[in-house]
């Protein structure tokens, strides 16, 4: 295999590619009224996953835009649909952002973009009946001063509140007995975004191919630079230079915390036949007038 490669990076003005509203991943980026549910949880002799069934909570993510001194209300459902009663409690974690999107717990207030010291919700101790749905209200307050004019970001966790059941030992003097008490919890993001704050620096830092005995991967790197959040799309299109032949590889949606960056990797499919083949990486922003994108040229043999 021999791979022969040339990177391009550009910024297309205009909107000669459609900008597709991004949403917030991991529990990655989801549209303001989409619903998560929670996964069966894995058996065991009793089979907990049954009671978690039905519990659901919307939206997933909330989004604030908010000016120095100003504030505003909004607010998260959970819906009980089984047969039990469950008790939670509600708080804030704040967090970084890895490469691969998932969050980094940081000790709340430990960093200027924690979100946690500007926000309240209520209620915080709550008891979700059968059939029932119990809101909570998140306040986000902003101080005055222009010190407070950047984005900062959390996430409200909702954690159900049980009680250890007593452990019931058999055995000797040296027996070591350990006690594990299932229990499920939701995560929203919580996004506070200043509207000056544009978010026009996406850049994309790499953009190369490899291959493996396994398999050939696209890997695309990006940065946000600016002060903005970006709820972001990113697709990479080949084309063969011999044919014209095009495709359009998986898109991905995706948030991109100023300061940080995100890596993405592309399968190229295993069917595509040896030739010169050219991928674009396009990453489109949450400004409708801008997209950044990167070329390389690579061989397959």
């Known amino acids: 295999m021999k791979t022969k490669s040339t990177f391009k990076s550009m910024l297309l003005a205009g909107s000669m590619l459609c900008m597709i509203p991004a949403v917030s991943s991991a529990q990655e980026e989801n549209k303001t009224e989409q619903t998560t549910t929670v996964a069966a949880a894995p058996k065991t002799p009793n089979d ?4 978690f069934t039905g519990l659901s909570v919307s939206p997933s993510t909330l989004h604030f835009n908010l000016t120095p001194g100003k504030s505003k209300t909004m607010e998260v459902k959970i819906k009980n649909d089984t047969k039990k009663k469950y008790v939670f409690q509600s708080s804030f974690s704040d967090f970084i952002m890895g490469t691969n999107g998932k969050p980094v717990g940081q000790p709340n207030g430990s960093q200027k973009f924690g979100l946690s010291t500007w926000a309240t919700m209520s209620p915080s101790y709550f008891e979700l009946e059968p059939g029932t749905t119990q ?3 998140v306040t986000v307050n902003v101080p005055e001063g222009v010190e407070s004019n950047h ?3 959390t996430v409200l966790m909702l954690d159900e509140v049980t009680k250890r059941a007593p452990l019931n030992v058999n055995g000797n003097a040296n027996t070591i007995a350990l006690g594990i008490t299932p229990s499920i ?6 996004y506070q975004n200043p509207p000056d704050h544009q978010l026009e620096k996406i850049e994309i830092e790499n953009f ?6 396994q398999h050939r991967q696209l890997k695309l790197s990006a940065s946000n630079l600016g002060e903005g959040i970006g709820f972001c799309t990113s697709y990479v299109e080949i084309t063969n230079l011999a044919t014209g032949e095009q495709q359009k590889l998986k898109m991905q949606k995706f948030t991109i915390l100023p300061g940080f960056e995100r890596v ?3 399968d190229i499919p295993k069917e595509m036949k040896p030739g010169k083949y050219s991928a674009v990486g396009v990453i ?4 409708p007038d801008q ?3 990167a070329e390389i040229e690579f061989s397959i043999q």
């Open 48 to 51: 907990i996953s049954k009671d």
């Open 135 to 137: 809101k909570i209200m």
């Open 151 to 153: 984005a900062a970001w």
């Open 185 to 190: 919890g939701f995560g929203v993001y919580v």
């Open 208 to 213: 190369v191919f490899s291959d493996s005995t």
């Open 264 to 266: 993405f990797y592309y």
């Open 284 to 287: 489109d922003t949450n400004n």
């Open 291 to 293: 997209v950044t994108a």
